[in-house]
């Protein structure tokens, strides 16, 4: 208690200036933070990019589709062609179907037809990539017999499998990688500010804050810091506050009335007056004891009313033993 009190003696001497406080220990794990938040932005953005909208025309347990139209958006008004992947199966519908030739076949907003593949019915299709604009397209399967006709119901022969998956974002990667790393520099750079404001306006308020709750604002952030976990508290500060369960009241008034009675006697060169009692018996000088005034019936005092009356009269009771003596 005394250190606090010569600490705010020392603070008053120096000026009205308030004491700067530590920087807060979680200021490098809002850094972290930020930066974790911005490389799981850029993580998002490239999961979103392999994002696939699936659109199937026709499998092998439907009927056969032989036109099926695929609606490619126009993402974000631009008019930007999708990338689209296609993947095909054709095969007999059953063992007596005959082996028909297959023509797959795309047809663009403009009308324009291109042959996508062709071969036989037995033939593997591959994969392909597609590159469209946005508008309609339509996807045609053609089966032609022998003669070279066109087979009029292809369902009784072929079954197919058609499916189309569209990459929305992938035209946009560019922009998207800009954005959010821009993002998260506003992330950066906003957090700072925003604290570095909130800090002003912290200082602004505590301005007009008188300067004796100003110190008492220091000394409990100091004490709320410690029970956080910060910077421990001195053990001199705290002196006033611990409780020596092992000392009466008594005997420590005792040994400051002794370290006065030195402390004086040092100061004045007489320091035989007062000998060290270190190690001596405190109950020697009362002799042997009695049972005097144990025996008998108990007798009511009325003179006794309070605690004080006791006190007075365990005082005059020493007062008389000392007289004795």
């Keep these: 208690m005394v250190n606090l009190v010569h600490e705010a003696m020392a603070r008053e001497g120096a000026g009205d200036k308030p004491r700067k406080r530590p920087p807060p220990k ?15 932005l ?29 609606n490619v958006p126009d993402m974000a008004g631009l008019g930007r062609d999708i990338p689209v992947s296609l993947s095909c199966d054709y095969r ?62 292809p369902a009784h022969n072929v079954s197919g499998d058609l499916n189309l998956g569209m990459h929305l974002w992938e035209p946009f990667a560019v922009e998207g990688y800009v954005a959010v790393n821009v993002l998260g520099l506003l992330l950066v750079v906003g957090e700072r500010a925003i604290r570095y404001h909130l800090a002003r306006l912290r200082a602004a308020r505590d301005g007009d804050i008188p300067l004796h709750k100003r110190r008492q604002r220091e000394e409990w952030d ?9 910077d421990a508290v001195d053990v001199e500060d705290m002196v006033g506050f611990k409780g ?16 006065f009675a030195a402390q004086t006697a040092a100061a004045d060169g007489d320091t035989d007056a007062f000998p060290d009692e270190e190690g001596l018996d405190p109950d020697a000088e009362l002799g042997e004891g009695t049972i005097e005034g144990l025996e008998g019936d108990i007798e009511r005092d009325r003179s006794i009313r309070t605690v004080g009356d006791l006190w007075r009269r365990l005082s005059r009771g020493e007062g008389e033993r000392k007289r004795k003596r």
């Design 92 to 153: 007999p519908l059953n063992a007596t179907s005959p082996v028909v030739w297959v023509e797959l076949s795309h047809v663009n907003p403009e009308q324009e037809l291109s042959v996508l593949w062709e071969g036989n019915s037995t033939d593997d299709c591959p994969e392909m990539e597609l590159t469209l604009p946005p508008g309609e397209h339509f996807f045609q399967t053609r089966v032609i017999m022998d003669d070279g006709q066109a087979d009029l119901y």
């Design 26 to 40: 979680n200021a490098k794990m809002r850094g972290w933070t930020t930066i974790i938040t911005w490389v799981l």
């Design 244 to 259: 020596e369960e092992d000392e009466s009241l008594d005997l420590r008034r005792q040994k400051m009335r002794e370290q």
């Design 42 to 70: 850029n993580l998002i953005w490239m999961q979103a990019l392999e994002a696939v909208a699936d659109n199937e025309g026709m499998d092998h347990d439907s009927r056969l589709n032989r036109n099926f139209k695929l």
């Design 222 to 230: 100091r004490v709320v810091q410690s029970m956080a976990g910060g």
